[in-house]
């Protein structure tokens, strides 16, 4: 099991070598090079400035020497200082991932449960109305956009019934140690739902499907032989069978969560790290880019590597191959 | 084998929803065809109209029509949407069918580049790839189609090894036969439908994803009537009560991405029975 265990870390390991290397090279055959943007329009730059700009930023060496300068200065968690905030990566990605953290928890969390709910209760309602409604919703939202629905909550809350602000994570124009705990909470409820409320789509569908199958099962046959009513078959056989791969599961959506936060920052004007990767991208700040694009990955991965850890706790058929 | 009413009545219900989406999205693309640019034209008189018979998705603060400008931007993603589908689908197979058949090491690196490939958030890596390759619609088609292969190569993966090992494919080795030759006359035929599916089914997410990129501002000029393009405009509009902007365009796209996922779903349901009960 630790041998396992150890031998997916390895594999982790080289994967976000990989990652960092294929990060690197992207940018490096890219247009969009620190140089041109750094000058951008500005043609009264002479070509000896161009020239010390080029050894500023080591870009005179090999491109193998840049990676290992690079990665070995992300070693030691330096990533470079924005060109946007002129400060360095570190502080800014420090600074933005509580909210954002903040933020995705509370949508993982909440569309995690009433995700789980509504797929245990269509299962246990299979065919029923209940059932038919649970579906038709988690189909519809998997085909909608998640900006469109921070939109549209914004439009019915804000705008029509003004229960919530327009945006922003805190009042405008108020100093930050001032604000209210109470005021943050007013400006985190309308993103943390629609994050939420799009999470619920896909845990509903997996657990109901899920359910069904273990409902099916010759036990549950055999339970209900046995005089078990509906919630002793959910709490002795459904619940324990199903909830650890909806656990790995959610943990398996930390990729689409942070791509959802991404949105959701942008509607909302939310102050975090999506919203701060959304403006390095379009400015073309790159080492701001690249920090936060390295830390969302490292994210996923932990979020994966949880996911296969937990399969391999749950299913010891795939224990057997790694 | 008998078929019941109900078995039946499920299958006609099937057809009448394959029929009624392919239908739908027929009229959506002819629509965009037949409104003239006419309807695009700046007019002082007929601005922020809400939604009527004559607008029905009301007019925007220059005075266009909301109706036509919606059906163009989606036509325009439509296209960038099949295109992109179309790429990965031809990066997945490749992809699948090499790790299926040309060893362990070819299958372990290729499952190692989609483990690599899923690390990254998917919004991101379409960010970073549309940064890099310099914005514009390059860049979406790039970005789009390089992040949507992975789960369609790793079905073909095992498609392809389901049959490796059959009898037909082993004799027409014993034959001699190339393995470009075994992979091009026995497998591909055999993999081909699942590989449609995989486009019916990828192509929603694709047309999403698309609009998220453009309603982030990443790629197309804000000329362009792309549909993420145009909620992002009607964003800074609906402090000021104008909800038709953003609520049409938006459910628009709701149906029309829920039309294909149907379609998708009920074909790959036709082509395997089974699955039909879950």
């Known amino acids: 099991m630790v041998k396992k265990i150890l031998i997916r870390l390895l594999r982790v390991a080289t994967l976000l070598i990989g990652l960092s290397i294929l990060t690197f090279s992207l940018i490096h055959i890219s247009p969009m090079y620190p140089i041109n943007t750094y000058v951008g329009g500005d043609s009264s730059t002479s070509p000896e400035q161009i020239e010390k700009l080029r050894e500023y930023w080591g870009l005179n060496k090999s491109p193998v020497e840049q990676y290992f300068s690079w990665a070995g200065a992300l070693l030691q968690g330096n990533f ?20 954002s953290f903040a933020l995705m928890g509370t949508a993982w969390i909440l569309s995690g449960f009433f995700g789980y709910l509504l797929g245990a209760l269509s299962a246990l309602h299979r065919g029923k109305t209940l059932d038919k409604i649970i579906k038709w919703y988690s189909f519809t939202l998997v085909s909608t956009p998640i900006f469109w629905l921070g939109l549209i909550l914004l439009i019915v809350f ?108 942008q509607v909302f004007s939310y102050p975090g790290l999506g919203s701060t990767l959304t403006t390095a991208g379009l400015k073309g700040d790159l080492p701001l880019l690249m920090g936060i694009i390295l830390v969302s990955s490292l994210f996923v991965f932990t979020g994966n590597f949880i996911a296969d850890i937990l399969n391999t706790v749950v299913d010891p058929r795939i224990k057997g191959e790694v | ?46 601005k922020n109209l809400p ?65 690599l490939f899923i690390g990254m958030p998917h919004l991101v890596f379409m960010i970073l790839i549309s940064f890099i390759a310099g914005g514009g619609i390059k860049g979406i088609v790039l970005g789009v189609s390089l992040t949507h292969w992975m789960s369609l190569a790793r079905v073909v993966r095992s498609e392809v090894l389901q049959i490796k090992h059959s009898e037909y ?110």
């Open chain 1, 80 to 99: 470079g200082v924005s060109k946007l905030y002129r400060t360095p990566v570190m502080d800014i990605i420090k600074s933005r991932a509580m909210m």
């Open chain 2, 169 to 278: 494919i082993q004799i027409s080795q014993s034959y001699g036969k190339s393995p470009w030759f075994i992979a091009r006359k026995h497998i591909l035929p055999f993999v081909l439908p699942q590989i449609m599916i995989g486009f019916l089914l990828m192509f929603p997410h694709v047309i999403l994803h698309e609009a998220a990129l453009t309603f982030l501002g990443f790629g197309l000029s804000p000329q362009t009537p792309a549909i993420g393009i145009i909620l992002s405009e009607a964003m800074s509009h609906i402090s000021t009560g104008k909800w038709w902007l953003v609520f049409f365009p938006g459910v628009l796209l709701v149906v029309v991405i829920k039309s294909f996922d149907n379609i998708g779903e009920q074909l790959r349901i036709l082509m395997e029975p089974s699955s039909s009960n879950k």
């Open chain 2, 51 to 115: 939604p009527s018979l004559e607008h029905l998705f009301g007019t925007d603060w220059l005075g266009r029509d909301m109706f036509t400008r919606t059906l163009k931007g989606l036509r325009l993603s439509l296209a960038v949407g099949a295109f992109a589908s179309i790429m990965s689908v031809i990066v997945a197979t490749v992809m699948g069918i090499c790790a299926a058949t040309f060893g362990k090491v070819v299958d372990n690196t290729v499952s190692w580049v989609i483990d």
């Open chain 1, 158 to 265: 804000s705008v029509q019934l003004q229960w919530f602000p327009v945006g922003l994570a805190a009042p405008a124009g108020v100093l930050d140690s001032e604000v209210q705990f109470s005021d943050r909470l007013h400006h985190f409820v309308l993103p943390a739902l629609t994050l939420s409320i799009l999470g619920v789509a896909s845990i509903a569908l997996h657990t109901r499907e899920k359910m069904i199958d273990i409902l099916n099962s010759e036990y549950v046959i055999f339970a209900k032989a046995r005089g078990e009513n509906k919630w002793q078959i959910f709490k002795n056989h459904g619940f324990r069978n199903s909830i650890l791969p909806a656990i790995s599961l959610q943990f398996a959506y930390f990729g689409e969560l942070f791509g959802g936060s991404v949105l959701a920052e």
């Open chain 2, 1 to 46: 084998m008998i078929m019941t009413r109900t078995e039946h009545n499920v299958r006609k219900k099937m057809l009448q929803l394959l029929v009624f989406s392919s239908l739908l999205l027929l009229l959506l693309l002819l629509l965009s065809f037949i409104l003239s640019d006419e309807n695009l034209r700046l007019s002082s008189a007929g």
